[in-house]
Antibody, heavy 120, light 107 residues
Framework: QLQLQESGPGLVKPSETLSLTCTVSGGSISSRDNYWGWVRQPPGEGLECIASIYYTGTTYYNPSLKSRVTLSVDTSKNQVSLSLSSVTAADTAVYYC????????????WGQGTLVTVSS | DIQMTQSPDSLSASVGDRVTITCRASQSISRYLNWYQQKPGKAPKLLIYAASSLQSGVPSRFSGSGSGTGFTLSISSLQPEDFATYYCQQSTSTPWTFGQGTTVEIK
């Protein structure tokens, strides 16, 4: 059974960099047609796609966050990592690791999510 | 970005009721429309993809329809476990965007 597990600090200071890792179990991160990504949800609010990476290595960044986001994959550790620089309180959210499995245009696997609070 | 607008924002219903949620896209998205269910403190769960295809394991009381700019999610007979927030999402162009959510509450 494919599982995604987010990890990283729950508290980040303003202006610093938020770094999260998604560890994948039950499947290979480099499997064909997989599309990995990150979605966030501020407390009490809706969902926002942050960035995603195709199994070929092609990346996509939400234009509203592009200047601050970096996505990377470590196939040896079966991990996808997210970095978001120069954070503010507006970046406080639950961050979900997500997967579009196969060639579908939808997120069919989600991690449990991790809350990141930006505060001094 | 394509804007997704759901209506209503919330609704109250009783067990056994038929419930319909509407999602409108700011431009045509063909049938690249997905529906998710989210319960408090949990990650969203895919219910419907490609406007009307039921995700494996999802009860048949859930159904989706529509194309272009207008879509609906229907629950034929609301069950206690269906009280949750529902989100639509378009996946025809990046960034994939979500509706604001519709909360289904117990009447």
């Amino acid at each position: 059974q494919l599982q995604l597990q987010e990890s990283g600090p729950g508290l980040v200071k303003p202006s610093e960099t938020l770094s999260l890792t998604c560890t994948v179990s039950g499947g290979s991160i480099s499997s064909r047609d997989n599309y990995w990504g990150w979605v966030r949800q501020p407390p009490g609010e809706g969902l926002e796609c942050i960035a995603s990476i195709y199994y070929t290595g092609t990346t996509y960044y939400n234009p509203s966050l592009k200047s601050r986001v970096t996505l990377s994959v470590d196939t040896s550790k079966n991990q996808v990592s997210l970095s978001l620089s120069s954070v503010t309180a507006a970046d406080t959210a639950v961050y979900y690791c997500v997967l579009s499995h196969g060639s579908g245009s939808y997120f069919d696997f989600w991690g449990q999510g991790t809350l990141v609070t930006v505060s001094s | 970005d394509i804007q997704m607008t759901q209506s209503p924002d919330s609704l109250s219903a009783s067990v056994g009721d038929r419930v319909t949620i509407t999602c409108r896209a700011s431009q045509s998205i063909s049938r690249y429309l997905n529906w998710y269910q989210q319960k408090p403190g949990k990650a969203p769960k895919l219910l419907i993809y490609a406007a009307s295809s039921l995700q494996s394991g999802v009860p048949s009381r859930f159904s989706g329809s529509g194309s272009g700019t207008g879509f609906t999610l229907s629950i034929s007979s609301l069950q206690p476990e269906d009280f949750a927030t529902y989100y639509c999402q378009q996946s025809t162009s990046t960034p994939w965007t979500f509706g604001q959510g519709t909360t289904v509450e117990i009447k």
